[in-house]
């Protein structure tokens, strides 16, 4: 069970109005009814509307219930509901209301129920479908190569190449073609120029040259290694399902820490990326999800916190991206003394290189150092061995958070830049962001 | 092969009008060979990548402890909405002295946008310079992005007017009400 206190509410809300929102609730007295046992907490909070909302907690995983009409999870009832929790402003030994033991009974059945049996899928019409994807995909890639090659025939100086319109245009179509990823990365592209960087040419002739690489790799998709080729596959937007990746995947059971989170907003997608770091085993793992803007991502895994379990990662030359099977514990906080993150920058690269030798694909690792420092631009270790922070990194907001002290810090390396995932200070985990 | 500045400028230019790939790269079309070049070049260089080292290491120089308890954030969040209200903005006077009084700083996560709020509006630097904290004021000191926020004369502090709800005129409703929401969100401080 988590523990609950404020820090780690904030890690549970995606968006700083709800969290303010929740808290001026939590404030204002809004509540009544409160109280809470082993299992839940519930509340009535006082709305716009003739009745109070219901609100209901699942302490085990922090999932939140309320009656109000919002689309956002947790709404803002619930968050200052589990903020008056986190100050132990909630009484509890009462018995839950009905709306609560109800919400949380069919939660259970939800958990423990089999699955009904599906209808076998239709053999035929499923190889119909993957046919066609995968006629969309190659029409795709080939449309991808001649784009590429038509940009460094005409040259990045070309005035085009600096206006965003000039590369939603083909990130529009790599989407038609169900490229999902290849679509974002293209996106993101129309912003290089415009961050203010020297070197945007380079950044820019860089993803290119992956980018065509992985064309070049699709061509040839047959005769790569087995799991190079999932790798490949994975890049351009081919996703395994979950029970795909249970049964072909290699299980590991260990103690999890969780040390990162990166939520990037893609028009109405939210992505998110958590990282693990495992105990027993030393080894990294990536769960990605995602999730509309307005609902909230399935599962909570508070940062700073660890727990027991297993995960399974996806087939890949380089395995890094996994999904938990089961998780056998509560969550604990991670006594700051026990954080073990990598010692220099050095390892970092190292770690990146070996990464990138047997999957040239792969986009980042995680990257912690546990003694970091800051400067404007610069990530330093402590023999001063310095990395550049990543555009939008708020160098000042580091400054003023680490203070002139060394800080466990942790991120993404993606070969040219450091992108942090957040910071271990005394007073808990913080992401990155002023507030 | 070239090397990566070389790739650059030859992308940056375009291959319109180059000569056709010799050697190893004779099968291409000058396009295809400049890709090809271009994506192995670089994860060369990603993977080889060699981390720059400080001259010396920087001496540590931690930020003093705290004396005075942070205010919430909700706080902090009136501020910002004084200052983007342009007919509001008189009321951070009343602001600051209320944290003065309260004997609040500002939390480390919120210090960036008060200083840049204190940066940008000098007239309100009496009433904000004092719920910095020290780890504002270390901010001060090492960072030259605050270095006009150095100077002696602004921390000269002389004594502090009183709230003046009473000076707002009484025809200005719209500030009065903004001031009494804000006095109201304030009163947990």
């Given at each position: 069970?988590?523990?609950?206190?404020?820090?780690?509410?904030?890690?549970?809300?995606?968006?700083?109005?709800?969290?303010?929102?929740?808290?001026?609730?939590?404030?204002?007295?809004?509540?009544?009814?409160?109280?809470?046992?082993?299992?839940?907490?519930?509340?009535?909070?006082?709305?716009?509307?003739?009745?109070?909302?219901?609100?209901?907690?699942?302490?085990?995983?922090?999932?939140?219930?309320?009656?109000?009409?919002?689309?956002?999870f947790?709404?803002?009832?619930?968050?200052?509901?589990?903020?008056?929790?986190?100050?132990?402003?909630?009484?509890?030994?009462?018995?839950?209301?009905?709306?609560?033991?109800?919400?949380?009974?069919?939660?259970?059945?939800?958990?423990?129920?089999t699955?009904?049996?599906?209808?076998?899928?239709?053999?035929?019409?499923?190889?119909?479908?993957?046919?066609?994807?995968?006629a969309k995909?190659?029409?795709?890639?080939?449309?991808?190569?001649?784009?590429?090659?038509?940009?460094?025939?005409?040259?990045?100086?070309?005035?085009?190449?600096?206006?965003?319109?000039?590369?939603?245009?083909?990130a529009?179509?790599?989407?038609?073609?169900?490229?999902?990823?290849?679509?974002?990365?293209?996106?993101?592209?129309?912003?290089?120029?415009?961050?203010?960087?020297?070197?945007?040419?380079?950044?820019?002739?860089?993803?290119?040259g992956?980018?065509?690489?992985?064309?070049?790799?699709?061509?040839?998709?047959?005769?790569?290694?087995?799991?190079?080729?999932?790798?490949?596959?994975?890049?351009?937007?081919?996703?395994?399902?979950?029970?795909?990746?249970?049964?072909?995947?290699?299980?590991?059971?260990?103690?999890?820490?969780?040390?990162?989170?990166?939520?990037?907003?893609?028009?109405?997608?939210?992505?998110?990326?958590?990282?693990?770091?495992?105990?027993?085993?030393?080894?990294?793992?990536?769960?990605?999800?995602?999730?509309?803007?307005?609902?909230?991502?399935?599962?909570?895994?508070?940062?700073?916190?660890?727990?027991?379990?297993?995960?399974?990662?996806?087939?890949?030359?380089?395995?890094?991206?996994?999904?938990v099977?089961?998780?056998?514990?509560?969550?604990?906080?991670?006594?700051?003394?026990?954080?073990?993150?990598?010692g220099?920058?050095?390892?970092i690269?190292?770690?990146?290189?070996?990464?990138?030798?047997?999957?040239?694909?792969?986009?980042?690792?995680?990257?912690?150092?546990?003694?970091?420092?800051?400067?404007?631009?610069?990530?330093?270790?402590?023999?001063?061995?310095?990395?550049?922070?990543?555009?939008?990194?708020?160098?000042?907001?580091?400054?003023?958070?680490?203070?002139?002290?060394r800080?466990p810090?942790?991120?993404?390396?993606?070969?040219?830049?450091?992108?942090?995932?957040?910071?271990?200070?005394?007073?808990?985990?913080?992401?990155l962001?002023?507030? | 092969?070239?090397?990566?500045?070389?790739?650059?400028?030859?992308?940056?230019?375009?291959?319109?009008?180059?000569?056709?790939?010799?050697?190893?790269?004779?099968?291409?079309?000058?396009?295809?060979?400049?890709?090809?070049?271009?994506?192995?070049?670089?994860?060369?260089?990603?993977?080889?990548?060699?981390?720059?080292?400080?001259?010396?290491?920087?001496?540590?120089?931690?930020?003093?402890?705290?004396?005075?308890?942070?205010?919430?954030?909700?706080?902090?969040?009136?501020?910002?909405?004084?200052?983007?209200?342009?007919?509001?903005?008189?009321?951070?006077?009343?602001?600051?002295?209320?944290?003065?009084?309260?004997?609040?700083?500002?939390?480390?996560?919120?210090?960036?946008?008060?200083?840049?709020?204190?940066?940008?509006?000098?007239?309100?630097?009496?009433?904000?310079?004092?719920?910095?904290?020290?780890?504002?004021?270390?901010?001060?000191?090492?960072?030259?992005?605050?270095?006009?926020?150095?100077?002696?004369?602004?921390?000269?502090?002389?004594?502090?007017?009183?709230?003046?709800?009473?000076?707002?005129?009484?025809?200005?409703k719209?500030?009065?009400?903004?001031?009494?929401?804000?006095?109201?969100g304030?009163?947990?401080?």
């Amino acid at each position: 069970m988590p523990t609950w206190n404020e820090t780690f509410v904030q890690t549970l809300v995606t968006d700083s109005g709800t969290m303010r929102d929740g808290e001026k609730l939590a404030r204002s007295g809004a509540y009544s009814g409160t109280g809470c046992d082993a299992r839940s907490a519930w509340g009535l909070a006082k709305g716009s509307g003739k009745s109070p909302y219901q609100v209901s907690i699942d302490l085990n995983d922090a999932a939140t219930k309320c009656s109000c009409p919002s689309r956002k999870f947790p709404c803002k009832h619930a968050v200052g509901l589990m903020l008056l929790l986190a100050r132990d402003n909630v009484p509890t030994g009462a018995t839950p209301p009905t709306w609560t033991s109800t919400w949380l009974d069919g939660r259970e059945r939800k958990r423990e129920s089999t699955p009904a049996p599906t209808k076998a899928p239709d053999a035929a019409a499923q190889a119909k479908r993957e046919a066609a994807r995968l006629a969309k995909v190659t029409d795709g890639v080939g449309e991808l190569r001649l784009f590429l090659e038509d940009l460094v025939r005409q040259g990045l100086s070309h005035p085009a190449v600096k206006s965003y319109g000039f590369w939603d245009r083909i990130a529009a179509r790599m989407v038609d073609s169900q490229m999902q990823p290849i679509g974002r990365r293209l996106r993101a592209l129309g912003g290089a120029p415009f961050q203010k960087k020297a070197n945007w040419a380079g950044l820019v002739a860089d993803e290119v040259g992956r980018l065509y690489a992985l064309t070049e790799a699709y061509q040839r998709l047959d005769t790569l290694p087995e799991l190079l080729a999932y790798d490949v596959r994975a890049a351009l937007g081919f996703n395994l399902k979950q029970e795909d990746v249970l049964a072909l995947g290699t299980s590991v059971a260990d103690r999890w820490q969780v040390l990162g989170v990166q939520i990037e907003q893609v028009e109405q997608l939210q992505e998110r990326r958590m990282w693990l770091y495992g105990e027993q085993t030393g080894q990294y793992a990536l769960i990605l999800d995602f999730a509309h803007r307005s609902r909230p991502f399935d599962a909570v895994y508070p940062p700073a916190h660890w727990f027991s379990g297993e995960i399974v990662y996806y087939p890949s030359a380089y395995p890094q991206r996994a999904v938990v099977k089961s998780i056998d514990s509560g969550y604990t906080p991670i006594p700051y003394s026990s954080l073990n993150l990598s010692g220099t920058v050095e390892d970092i690269l190292n770690g990146y290189a070996d990464a990138l030798a047997v999957n040239p694909f792969v986009q980042y690792v995680p990257a912690g150092l546990q003694d970091g420092w800051v400067t404007r631009s610069d990530l330093i270790d402590n023999v001063g061995k310095q990395l550049p922070l990543a555009h939008g990194a708020q160098p000042q907001w580091l400054n003023a958070v680490m203070g002139g002290s060394r800080l466990p810090i942790f991120g993404e390396w993606d070969g040219s830049a450091f992108l942090v995932a957040g910071l271990f200070t005394a007073e808990g985990w913080l992401p990155l962001g002023d507030a | 092969m070239n090397t990566w500045a070389e790739l650059i400028d030859q992308v940056m230019l375009g291959t319109q009008g180059a000569a056709s790939p010799s050697g190893e790269w004779a099968s291409h079309t000058p396009e295809q060979a400049l890709l090809k070049q271009i994506a192995l070049a670089g994860a060369a260089r990603r993977g080889g990548y060699v981390a720059p080292a400080v001259r010396s290491l920087p001496e540590l120089n931690p930020a003093p402890p705290e004396v005075l308890p942070a205010c919430s954030v909700i706080a902090v969040d009136w501020l910002r909405k004084m200052e983007r209200t342009s007919y509001a903005r008189e009321l951070i006077r009343d602001w600051g002295i209320f944290m003065i009084g309260r004997r609040k700083r500002v939390p480390h996560t919120s210090l960036p946008s008060v200083l840049g709020i204190i940066n940008k509006h000098e007239q309100w630097i009496p009433y904000l310079l004092p719920v910095i904290g020290e780890r504002g004021r270390w901010m001060i000191e090492n960072s030259e992005g605050y270095a006009e926020l150095r100077k002696p004369e602004l921390w000269s502090m002389e004594e502090m007017p009183e709230l003046k709800a009473a000076e707002i005129a009484e025809d200005n409703k719209l500030l009065i009400d903004l001031r009494k929401q804000m006095m109201e969100g304030l009163a947990h401080e």
